[in-house]
């Protein structure tokens, strides 16, 4: 980890060049790919010779669902580039990332806007109408408050959201929308270990501020898309096939993140507000937990270990 220096108080401009190696890294890992190469478009036929019927598409409507939402979730992209844009400021190395991000996000809707099409999955005029709706509507993520609390929100949101696009592609049944969610999916891992590595610095930096940003974020986390029409009942479709669930986002995206990589219980030398917000932290990730353990969890639920009643918190 490159060496912080704390003299300035302004996380962006002491993180910039932690921000530029790791844009680095991402830049040497991340591999070209092309939408074309993963859409069947040997399947195409035109809408206008053949109007499209609700039975052209073998794929079950739980599979249909989850793509819909993953799709018009990647299709608000210019209010997260706004937002990130906003958060981060915009200047060298944090510029460069938003705008190269940007352009990566972009391929996902094209891809998988692509494919849909192209296989019939989804009625391709209420799909359109619906991106309008919820374009021109436009979903800014609330309740970030700054940098901080930004990269928090932001390394949640992309970790849930490879495993989201992952779990969809396997439950399609249809190998060629799993490649091509993997193939997203991977992109996600990239943007997620990118802003985990981020904030990774960002609390050397300022171990206590970062926790505060972990308690907001933590405790008022939601997906993006949840301002689209009939979200609530998307969702519950989705947790109910272990797409996405709060087991899932317990398990998979908090424990990981929160315990393995910032070390969460370990910080050292936190302010009481950042003690305090670390204890309502854990305790509410031990009611989670609890909760998503009555709940039932995803379709597929981890057994439990002796490692889980030995631990002293439920991650
Ligand atoms: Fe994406
Ligand atoms: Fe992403």
Not at 42 to 63: I, K, Q, T, Y
Not at 205 to 210: E, F, H, K, T, V
Not at 241 to 248: K, S, V
Request: net charge negative.
């Amino acid at each position: 980890m490159t060496a912080l220096n704390t003299a300035s108080p302004d996380p962006l401009v002491e993180l910039e060049p932690l921000v530029a190696s790791l844009l680095d890294r991402h830049l040497a890992t991340a591999k070209e790919w092309f939408p074309h190469e993963y859409v069947p478009w040997e399947l195409g036929r035109s809408f206008n010779d053949a109007p499209w019927e609700a039975g052209d598409s073998g794929l079950s409507a739980v599979a249909r669902t989850a793509l819909e939402l993953n799709l018009l979730t990647e299709d608000n992209l210019p209010y997260y580039h706004l937002a990130i844009w906003n958060l981060f400021g915009g200047q060298k190395a944090w510029g460069e990332w938003a705008r190269r991000w940007t352009a990566e996000e972009g391929r996902h809707s094209i891809a998988i806007r692509d494919y849909l099409l192209v296989t019939r999955a989804v009625d391709p005029v209420a799909l359109e109408r619906e991106r309008m709706e919820h374009v021109s509507r436009g979903y800014y993520p609330r309740g970030i408050t700054g940098a901080l609390d930004g990269l928090v929100y932001v390394t949640l949101q992309e970790l849930a959201t490879r495993i989201a696009h992952r779990n969809t592609g396997a439950i399609t049944g249809d190998p060629v929308a799993e490649r091509l969610l993997i193939r997203v999916a991977l992109d996600e891992n990239l943007h997620y270990t990118f802003y985990r590595d981020v904030a990774a610095g960002a609390i050397e930096l300022d171990p206590s501020a970062m926790v505060l940003a972990m308690q907001r974020q933590v405790m008022g986390f939601a997906m993006p898309g949840l301002e689209l029409r009939s979200f609530r009942q998307r969702a519950i479709t989705i947790a109910a096939a272990g797409i996405y669930d709060l087991r899932i986002h317990h398990e998979q995206v908090l424990c990981p993140v929160l315990f393995k990589h910032w070390r969460l219980p370990e910080l050292r030398g936190l302010s009481d507000d950042a003690e305090r917000a670390r204890d309502t932290l854990l305790a509410f990730l031990d009611g989670l937990a609890a909760t998503s353990a009555n709940l039932g969890g995803s379709a597929n639920p981890r057994p439990a270990t002796a490692a889980d009643s030995s631990s002293q918190h439920a991650c």
